[in-house]
């Protein structure tokens, strides 16, 4: 509401990227302006935009003060006083911030004299550059005449030594001889070494025909069965329903030996005791 007014006011908001387009322009038909010219114009155009905006709220203020006169009795009282002190409240914050642009534009203005009085010393204290001698071809020395007449009587000495003599075919022999026999006992070891066994936990479920069949009975007929690789563990009676009860038994089998096939056939030839065997659970060691 307080705002409303400054829809119908012509404030150029966007003019600083037509300034920067016009000066990019002219830098490009006359070259790059100097930095301190150039941040003098810069703050010139500042201060220039401010004065121009302070102007066009000043008349924004006094147009609304005069159509909120000329309303007269006919609008409301309430809201003409909300808008003209939200108008002041506005007022005063444009005025802090004209303040605080002011008070850049100054400290501006300073860094500016700063700089052109310091650019001299500056541009002084600059290092010179040195120029560098290009890398001269350095030459390595020659042998002596003295080296050089030694090399034809070292190469006599060498000459005379015997690189494939008997002893280092002696020494040769040797060394794969004991290298054959380090190996040869490597793998006896290693052969004699026992290899890991796989080994398997079952759970086993065997059911009796009804709730008159002789449990103790039926166990011991299960645990009668011996196997090569084959340890009976654990057992207990399950209920099943109707008074019947069901054997659970745990046993350990060696993979290689005895499978899941051969003990369900050894224990099913109890065919007056069991009705049938499930896995209930196979776990691997």
Same mark, same amino acid.
């Given at each position: 509401?307080?705002?409303?007014?400054?829809?119908?006011?012509?404030?150029?908001?966007?003019?600083?990227?037509?300034?920067?387009?016009?000066?990019?322009?002219?830098?490009?038909?006359?070259?790059?302006?100097?930095?301190?010219?150039?941040?003098?114009?810069?703050?010139?155009?500042?201060?220039?935009?401010?004065?121009?905006?302070?102007?066009? *709220?000043?008349?924004?203020?006094?147009?609304?003060?005069?159509?909120?006169?000329?309303?007269?009795?006919?609008?409301?009282?309430?809201?003409?006083?909300?808008?003209?002190?939200?108008?002041? =409240?506005?007022?005063?914050?444009?005025?802090?911030?004209?303040?605080?642009?002011?008070?850049? *534009?100054?400290?501006?203005?300073?860094?500016?004299?700063?700089?052109?009085?310091?650019?001299?010393?500056?541009?002084?204290?600059?290092?010179?550059?040195?120029?560098?001698?290009?890398?001269?071809?350095?030459?390595?020395?020659?042998?002596?005449? =003295?080296?050089?007449?030694?090399?034809?009587?070292?190469?006599?000495?060498?000459?005379?030594?015997?690189?494939?003599?008997?002893?280092?075919?002696? @020494?040769?022999?040797?060394?794969?001889?004991?290298?054959?026999?380090?190996?040869?006992?490597?793998?006896?070891?290693?052969?004699?070494?026992?290899?890991? *066994?796989?080994?398997?936990?079952?759970?086993?479920?065997?059911?009796?025909?009804?709730? @008159?069949?002789?449990?103790?009975?039926? @166990?011991?007929?299960?645990?009668?069965?011996?196997?090569?690789?084959?340890?009976?563990?654990?057992?207990?009676?399950?209920?099943?329903?109707?008074?019947?009860?069901?054997?659970?038994?745990?046993?350990?089998?060696?993979?290689?030996?005895?499978?899941?096939?051969?003990?369900?056939? @050894?224990?099913?030839?109890?065919?007056?005791?069991?009705?049938?065997?499930?896995?209930?659970?196979?776990?691997?060691?």
């Amino acid at each position: 509401m307080a705002t409303s007014f400054l829809v119908h006011e012509k404030i150029w908001f966007d003019k600083f990227k037509y300034d920067d387009a016009e000066r990019k322009f002219y830098e490009q038909m006359n070259g790059p302006v100097p930095v301190s010219s150039r941040q003098e114009n810069g703050a010139s155009v500042i201060l220039r935009d401010i004065a121009r905006a302070r102007e066009n *709220i000043q008349k924004s203020l006094a147009g609304s003060a005069n159509t909120s006169s000329s309303s007269g009795p006919s609008g409301d009282h309430s809201e003409l006083v909300t808008r003209i002190s939200n108008l002041e =409240a506005e007022n005063q914050s444009l005025r802090s911030v004209i303040q605080d642009l002011q008070f850049t *534009i100054s400290k501006l203005e300073i860094r500016l004299s700063t700089l052109e009085k310091c650019s001299p010393s500056h541009r002084s204290l600059a290092p010179q550059t040195q120029h560098v001698s290009p890398m001269q071809k350095v030459e390595l020395p020659t042998t002596s005449p =003295a080296k050089k007449a030694a090399t034809p009587a070292e190469d006599d000495e060498d000459d005379d030594i015997d690189l494939f003599g008997s002893d280092d075919e002696e @020494e040769d022999k040797e060394a794969a001889r004991l290298r054959e026999e380090r190996l040869r006992q490597y793998a006896e070891k290693k052969a004699k070494k026992p290899g890991l *066994i796989a080994k398997s936990s079952i759970l086993l479920d065997v059911k009796p025909w009804d709730d @008159e069949t002789d449990m103790a009975k039926l @166990e011991e007929c299960v645990r009668s069965i011996q196997l090569d690789g084959l340890v009976w563990g654990g057992s207990k009676l399950v209920p099943v329903g109707y008074g019947i009860r069901k054997l659970q038994i745990q046993c350990v089998v060696e993979d290689d030996k005895v499978g899941t096939d051969i003990l369900e056939e @050894e224990i099913t030839k109890f065919e007056d005791y069991v009705q049938s065997v499930d896995i209930a659970a196979f776990n691997k060691i």
